[in-house]
């Protein structure tokens, strides 16, 4: 059985910094295998692409609204994905999700396999 978890979602205010894990487990589950994506959805909204990384880390992608100020990176000897979240606005307020993909485009969400319970991360204007 897969599980992603993700953890260090909560309350920030605005210009600040969170940082979010996402720990995988499972039996045969190596997440070095796997492109892993962030993804996020606010209420009332469609669930949005916001970063991801390829299997050995070397490619990371961003949405255009987070490019800059988020930074996506993995330690897979760790099983974990890192999302570095600075200077957050409180357009960012959002359940954020990873997911793991074996195979497609990082960006699209059909393509992803795994998928995590989400964290909370609010920003307060």
């Known amino acids: 059985q897969v599980q992603l978890v993700e953890s260090g ?3 920030v205010q ?21 492109t892993v994506g962030w993804f996020r959805q606010a209420p009332g ?3 949005e692409f916001v970063a991801a990384i390829s299997r050995n880390g070397l490619n990371s992608y ?38 793991a993909a074996e195979f497609g485009s990082t960006t699209n969400s059909r393509t992803y396999d795994y998928w995590g319970q989400g964290t909370q991360v609010t920003v307060s204007s």
């Open 9 to 11: 979602g909560g309350l």
């Open 14 to 34: 605005a210009g600040g910094s969170l940082s979010l894990s996402c720990a995988a487990s499972g039996r045969t589950f190596t997440i070095g295998t796997y």
């Open 45 to 47: 909204q469609e669930r």
């Open 62 to 99: 961003y949405a255009d609204s987070v490019k800059g100020r988020f930074t996506i990176s993995r330690d897979n000897a760790k099983n974990t994905v890192y999302l570095q979240m600075n200077s957050l606005k409180p357009e960012d307020t959002a359940v954020y999700y990873c997911a």
